[in-house]
Nanobody, 116 residues
Framework: QVQLVESGGGLVQPGGSLRLSCVAS????????MRWYRQAPGKERELVAD????????YYLDSVKGRFTISRDNAKNTVYLQMNSLKSEDTAVYYC?????????WGQGTQVTVSS
């Protein structure tokens, strides 16, 4: 059974930091490209960051460049999203996604709320 389980969300003040984790099981994690998405209320889900299977390349949404960092530990089957200098507009449910060819697996999401 494939599972992607996110954690690390919560309530943080503007300017604060959070580190999201996504632990995968039931897949050969090191073969999968991993992505973080987010969906704010009333908005479409958007790709925030992704990282190739070996971690050699990454992509970031323009609005998070310089603030967010995606990384992975293939020995721990885990992908991370370090989020610094958080803004109110970063408030959303954050999802991880693992992709290998036409195969996709999604986590259940973790809520991030940035508010004073």
């Amino acid at each position: 059974q494939v599972q992607l389980v996110e954690s690390g969300g919560g309530l943080v003040q503007p300017g604060g930091s959070l580190r999201l984790s996504c632990v995968a099981s039931g897949i050969t994690f090191s073969r999968y490209a991993m992505r973080w998405y987010r969906q704010a209320p009333g908005k479409e889900r958007e790709l925030v960051a992704d990282i190739t299977s070996a971690g050699e390349n990454s992509y970031y949404l323009d609005s998070v460049k310089g603030r967010f960092t995606i990384s992975r530990d293939n020995a721990k089957n885990t992908v991370y999203l370090q989020m610094n200098s958080l803004k109110s507009e970063d408030t959303a449910v954050y999802y991880c996604r693992g992709s290998l060819g036409y195969v996709d697996h999604w986590g259940q999401g973790t809520q991030v709320t940035v508010s004073s």
